[in-house]
């Protein structure tokens, strides 16, 4: 069973930074493709950012496209976002997740198509 825990959240300012980290346990963390998603206070979980297994493709929702920047280091098992010119819309729980289907992009920004959630860090971004 392989177990995600969200790292690097919290308060920062209109146009500043994050980096939000995903350790991986219990689990082959190179066979999952990964992905970070968000969820604000009355909305819809959202696809933010994935990331293949080799870590040789990626892809990014267009509200963060150009600001965000998601890596994998398989051999830490960990999944980074690094988050920069950060918006107040940009205010959620952030999750990563693991799934094992090959890599498609109508695949990737499903949250159907991941099978292991992490319990999600805070972001908060204030104006």
């Known amino acids: 069973q392989v177990q995600l825990v969200e790292s690097g959240g919290g308060l920062v300012q209109a146009g500043g930074s994050l980096r939000l980290s995903c350790a991986a346990s219990?689990?082959?963390?190179?066979?999952?493709?990964m992905g970070w998603f968000r969820q604000a206070p009355g909305k819809e979980r959202e696809f933010v950012a994935a990331i293949s297994r080799s870590g040789i493709t990626t892809y990014y929702a267009d509200s963060v496209k150009g600001r965000f920047t998601i890596s994998r280091d398989n051999a830490k098992n960990t999944v980074y976002l690094q988050m920069n010119s950060l918006k107040p819309e940009d205010t959620a729980v952030y999750y990563c997740?693991?799934?094992?289907?090959?890599?498609?992009?109508?695949?990737?920004?499903?949250?159907?198509?991941?099978?292991?959630w992490g319990q999600g860090t805070q972001v908060t971004v204030s104006s």
């Open positions: 997740a693991g799934g094992s289907r090959p890599w498609y992009t109508s695949v990737a920004v499903t949250t159907s198509s991941y099978d292991y």
């Open positions: 219990g689990g082959s963390f190179s066979r999952y493709t």
